[in-house]
């Protein structure tokens, strides 16, 4: 049984009690140098145990320290940190629906008519507007309460269970994780692979329509 500590939600919580203590402390005893620098001192010493516990991290070519580094990205609130650490079909997806909601968009504003664009395209501003397929992840992941769920279930790795290119990681609460292995040697989380895909279907159907409701709008135009 192998165990891995990580830099998780209640750390965290406590590494910024930490901090807003320290800087009261700093404003209190303004004019006590000693004080100060042994303030300083306490305050390098956390940062340098926050250090560590980052260099401590099992490598991501394993699946705890692919579930470690997804702790870590939803401690700090950054799930496009996460992205990385998903299975390539989710990847792929979340990629998919990015382009496709701005092919979509740039149809819509194409040939439709003017009012007729305003509600389709405030619809999938956010979709459309992410910068890469990370942060369309991290639109999703915020906006469907997946971070959440995370940040409800997330504790340290008790065990990994390992099959040929699948792997589950069993955590001290008992909550199971399942991963896959990538091309690249990195572990990948697979809970969101359903959504994401979902997801992409639905817009790949969207841009169908908007597809033939524009080509008719070209057509009327041209007559």
């Not at 998780?8 to 004080?35: D, E, H």
């Not at 629906?97 to 819509?108: I, N, T, W």
């Not at 994401?196 to 007559?223: F, H, T």
Request: no cysteine.
């Amino acid at each position: 049984m192998r165990t891995t500590e990580y830099w998780g939600p209640a750390k965290a919580v406590l590494w910024r009690a930490r901090l807003r203590a320290l800087s009261g402390a700093i404003l209190r005893t303004i004019r006590s140098p000693l004080v100060i620098l042994a303030v300083l001192v306490l305050f390098l010493v956390q940062v340098g145990s926050r250090v560590i516990n980052r260099r401590t991290f099992p490598p991501d070519t394993t699946p705890e320290g692919a579930y470690a580094r997804i702790a870590l990205a939803v401690a700090n609130r950054r799930p496009q940190d996460a992205f990385a650490y998903l299975e390539t079909e989710a990847q792929w997806a979340s990629f998919t629906v990015l382009d496709l909601r701005q092919k979509a968009s740039q149809r819509v504003q194409a040939s439709y008519p003017a009012d007729e664009q305003t509600k389709l395209l405030a619809a999938w501003k956010d979709e459309a507007s992410a910068k890469d397929g990370a942060d369309e992840f991290a639109r999703l992941a915020m906006q469907r309460g997946w971070v959440k769920r995370l940040e409800r279930d997330l504790s340290g790795a008790a065990h990994v269970e390992t099959e040929g290119e699948r792997a589950t990681v069993v955590t001290a609460r008992g909550t199971r994780y399942p991963f896959r292995r990538r091309d690249n040697g990195i572990w990948g989380l697979t809970i969101f692979t359903a959504e994401l895909g979902a997801e992409a279907e639905k817009a790949q159907r969207d841009l169908s329509i908007v597809e033939r409701a524009a080509a008719d709008y070209d057509r009327s135009m041209q007559k």
